[in-house]
C-alpha cells in the first residue's frame, strides 16, 4: 500500500510529510459543525483512492454516535469555549 514512499528521494519524502501535516493542520483546526463532517479532503491525502463503499449506520445510532462524541469532548476538553451557533448548511 505504501510502497510508493520507496521510490521517492529525500526531498520528495519531506514535501509528503508537509503535505500530510497541512491535511492534519487543517482538520484538528476545524472547530464547531465542521467536526461533525465527513472529510474526504483528509481522507484524500493517502495515495489509494477513497472506498466508494462506506457505509453509515441507521439515524438513532448515528445520533447515538453524535452524542458519545459530544460527551467526549467534554471530557476530554472540559474548558473548549462553545461555538454557540445554529448550522446553516453551507
Sequence with gaps: MDDDLKTMDREGLIAEVKRLRAGIRDH????????????????????????????????????????AYRESLERELPGAPAHDSEYDGR
Design 28 to 67: 484538528r483546526d476545524s472547530s464547531g459543525h465542521k467536526l461533525c463532517w465527513h472529510h474526504p479532503q483528509l481522507w484524500g491525502l493517502l495515495p489509494e483512492p477513497i472506498p466508494a463503499n462506506i457505509t453509515v449506520p441507521p439515524w438513532p445510532k448515528f445520533f447515538r454516535g453524535c452524542v
